[in-house]
């Protein structure tokens, strides 16, 4: 009988190549020198840096809270992206320098909490970088953040892709009034982004990547109409923690919370003229003592939001007040509107005239025109001026707070 043969044993399966790599956002692309040091280009330093210390954090929301202490943040952020970008040529930086500095940063005393599960979970890395996202989850976390939605006209992108557009979001909210100062960051930021997208979608998304940046060049506005709310809403307060653990609000804040939720959505000029003078100036009066107190201090005095709702009830509950015509809040303020949605020059003037106030100066634009949020800017400053137009302070500090739900042109658009 012929011997048996002995059954070669298999090896492994060679591996089959997985293409490209999708790395994490917080995953930097390292390269190890033969000393076995480990190192990063100076554009993935610069988004590694960026993306550890910007994303996860609602950026503007911190602006309204500590205004000086985030542009200390930015210009010392800038700095480092700068001393990584201030060479002729392309060169390595030690992945544990670019910690170093992550690290130093998120030390500032003005730097708010944001551990690095919290960017994770802002930038989907939770899920696999093939897996799929709906254009509406993407938008909610846009409003989350208040970041500029970008609009990738699909109803669903990859979780990597859908990483990218967060990022250029951040970048958007952060970098505004930086590209022009430091345009060779900017760049090195782009170019790393666009590293870290496979060579067959590249000419692709080189087209949708220069359409996202090119409002950062022309120091435009970045948000697209028609995509969810990424101002706060008037009828929102504008709140944070406290040092025991209860909700806060500034004074100015707290003064147009009150007001916007008592003057708005009547017409004040008809009720003034048809009403007892007693009650109407005893209402404006006692109104006025309210939120007097809040700003005596000085407009950047926190106040406890359970006072300011203490304060607010027994006028809004008040017998007289309960009697008056008025129109739903929401509706009233375009609140049912995307902050950068249109409307018509019309249909604002026909409001301004059932509410007897101001019709507004300023010309629409170019399509005849408003943007809401500069519509419902000019509705909460007339109603505000019917009962207080001889109080310059007064229309000063409530000015401060409709700022706060308009565009800031001097830092983030």
């Known amino acids: 009988m012929p ?18 790599e999708f790395l994490k956002p917080t995953v930097p692309k390292t390269i190890t020198s033969p000393n076995g040091q480990v190192n990063l280009e100076s554009q993935e330093a610069c988004l590694h840096l960026f993306t550890m210390v910007v994303c996860g954090i609602n950026w503007k929301m911190r602006r309204f809270q500590d205004k000086d202490g985030t542009s200390d943040i930015q210009h010392k952020l800038m700095e480092v992206l700068v001393k990584y970008t201030n060479w002729p040529k392309p060169f390595k930086i030690a992945l544990s320098v670019v910690q170093r500095d992550i690290a130093t940063l998120q030390k500032l005393l003005s730097y708010p909490p944001n551990p690095p599960e919290n960017v994770s979970k802002a930038l989907l890395e939770t899920q696999g970088s093939l897996e ?28 990597w892709e859908t990483q990218l557009y967060l990022i250029t979001g951040w970048m958007m909210m952060f970098l505004q009034s930086e590209w022009r100062a430091n345009e060779q960051v900017c760049e090195k930021l782009c170019e790393a982004m666009m590293d870290r997208v496979p060579e067959s979608e590249k000419m692709n998304h080189v087209k949708k990547f220069e359409k996202m940046v090119g409002s950062l060049k022309r120091h435009n506005k970045p948000c697209v109409p028609g995509k969810p709310n990424s101002l706060p809403l008037p009828t929102t307060p504008i709140t944070r923690l406290g040092p025991n653990e209860e909700l806060i609000m500034e004074g100015s804040e707290a003064a147009f919370h009150t007001c916007t939720l008592l003057l708005c959505g009547i017409n004040w000029k008809r009720i003034s003229e048809n009403v007892d003078e007693l009650e109407y100036y005893n209402f404006k009066n006692t109104l006025y003592e309210i939120v007097m107190k809040y700003l005596e201090p000085g407009v950047a005095n926190p106040v406890k939001y359970h006072e300011v709702v203490k304060n ?17 809040l929401n509706e009233t303020l375009l609140e049912h509107l995307d902050s950068f949605d249109e409307i018509p020059a019309q249909k604002l003037r026909e409001m301004c005239r059932k509410f007897g106030i101001q019709e507004p100066l300023e ?19 007339s109603w505000f001026g019917l009962l207080f137009y001889d109080q310059p302070l007064f229309r000063e500090v409530l000015n401060v707070a409709i700022q706060n739900r308009s565009p800031c042109v001097s830092f983030f658009f």
């Open 363 to 381: 010309p629409p634009s170019d399509s005849g025109n408003y943007f809401v949020w500069d519509a419902r800017k000019h509705l909460l400053k």
């Open 132 to 159: 799929m996202i709906s254009t509406q989850k993407y938008y909610e976390i846009c409003n989350e953040y208040t970041l500029a939605p970008y609009d990738p006209c699909v109803s669903e992108s990859t979780v």
């Open 3 to 20: 011997p048996k043969r002995k059954n070669k044993k298999k090896g492994p399966k060679p591996k089959k190549s997985p293409g490209f």
């Open 312 to 328: 607010l009830l027994p006028l809004q509950k008040g017998e007289w007040y309960k009697s008056l015509p008025k129109e739903d």
